[in-house]
């Protein structure tokens, strides 16, 4: 399991839904810092991850796949 790649998708979702972490972290009651931590590709549980994915209506199962995320602004 790559975390660093699962961190950069949770950072790209969350940042597309809106969210700033400290909301992700009130949502799925989680510390700020855990979710930063997280995203810089630290690992977490499949627990965690779910709950992540639930928060930002994301499919579970796509944490894995490599997100294209444009360069271009």
Known sequence: MNYEEIGNNIRFFRQRTGLKQNELSDIIDMSPQHISHIESGQPLSLTTLVQIAN????????????????KKH
């Open 55 to 70: 928060a930002l209506r994301v499919d579970a199962n796509c944490w894995n796949w490599k997100v294209v995320i444009s």
